[in-house]
């Protein structure tokens, strides 16, 4: 298709599904990262650690949930940290958590607010990219 086409019309015989939420979000960690995923992801964030379903403890990583956020860290032997690619979580405090991230050495890189929210960013200890934004 040319930039100058319309793409085509969905048809409106074909059934389409419908997307209720996002259940969670996976990122990649390193081999042995168990110990600094719980320090920030649980620690810092104050997101709780949960345990994996039995038939999935074996391949490594960790889980963090609380009522509405999921975050999975897989093991990953080929890691690469996701620097560009990254969830964005919505907070009611966006300057209290930027106070607890900066007092525990993790370094705040605050961007242009998108239309209604102000926003900054953090690397996880692996270096994989997370947004945190309020609502202005």
Known sequence: MTSDESPEPVRSDHHRPVFR????????????GETAAV???QKILGIPRVEKPAHLEARG?????DASVRIHLGVDPEFRAAKK?????????????RATLEASGVEVVV???LPGFNRFYVS??????LE???PS
């Open 21 to 32: 939420s996002l259940h969670h979000v996976q990122l990649a960690m390193p081999l042995d």
């Open 39 to 41: 320090e920030f992801y």
């Open 61 to 65: 990583g960790c889980w963090f949930e």
């Open 85 to 97: 690619a990254h969830p964005a979580l919505v907070i009611d405090d966006l300057s209290a958590l």
């Open 111 to 113: 961007d242009q607010p």
């Open 124 to 129: 996880d200890p692996f270096g994989n990219r």
């Open 132 to 134: 945190f934004l309020e």
